[in-house]
T-cell receptor, first 115, second 109 residues
């Protein structure tokens, strides 16, 4: 079955540590996205990528970094520069971008807690 | 600024009908999505509207009025498994998705 796999599902981090969240898709989608979800707020876009070896900042990119070395993979690193990293992180993909009809397929999410 | 408004929480009874409203103010419009998200899980796609009118898909229907910046999701014959958050999202003129905060729907027996 095609889908998106995120890991780990739960992650605890000490302040000052970098952590990397994995996102792998086997849907052959060109576009991939990272969102952050906080209680009482809409999904906020961190980074997105429309093609391998290229990515763009979203609305809240500060303190985060990504790479897109393979079409299937779009890992997100939460750096120590991110002031409030505790959140639920969602990875998504779509066939393409630049269309109003792009349906997103989401991974199951990674919940990061900073101790 | 761009804004999407949805009620924070709604309660309905099993077997009944519920309507979840969404109003939007965005820079341009290229479509409106509804997603369902069970607690702690990934959002899943429910519907997409780009033209005015009602789109029906089984127990779920979605309506759009572009002139009013308004949409609703109608859920019929409610089941306990429909307890979830329902997210409204609009694609703006730059094809960026703007998300509402979601409506938590509680179904009571």
């Amino acid at each position: 079955d095609g889908g998106i796999t995120q890991s780990p599902k739960y992650l605890f981090r000490k302040e000052g540590q970098n952590v990397t969240l994995s996102c792998e898709q086997n849907l052959n989608h060109d576009a991939m996205y990272w969102y952050r979800q906080d209680p009482g707020q809409g999904l906020r876009l961190i980074y997105y990528s429309q093609i391998v070896n290229d990515f763009q900042k979203g609305d809240i990119a500060e303190g985060y970094s990504v790479s897109r070395e393979k079409k299937e993979s779009f890992p997100l690193t939460v750096t120590s520069a991110q002031k409030n990293p505790t959140a639920f992180y969602l990875c998504a993909s779509s066939i393409g971008a630049g269309s109003g009809a792009n349906v997103l397929t989401f991974g199951a999410g990674s919940r990061l807690t900073v101790l | 600024g761009q804004n999407i408004d949805q009620p924070t929480e709604m309660t309905a009874t099993e077997g009944a009908i519920v309507q979840i409203n969404c109003t939007y103010q965005t820079s341009g419009f290229n479509g409106l999505f509804w997603y369902q998200q069970h607690a702690g899980e990934a959002p899943t796609f429910l519907s997409y509207n780009v033209l005015d009118g009602l789109e029906e898909k089984g127990r779920f229907s979605s309506f759009l009025s572009r002139s009013k910046g308004y949409s609703y999701l109608l859920l019929k014959e409610l089941q306990m498994k429909d307890s979830a958050s329902y997210l409204c999202a609009v694609t703006d003129s730059n094809y960026q998705l703007i998300w509402g905060a979601g409506t938590k729907l509680i179904i009571k027996p």
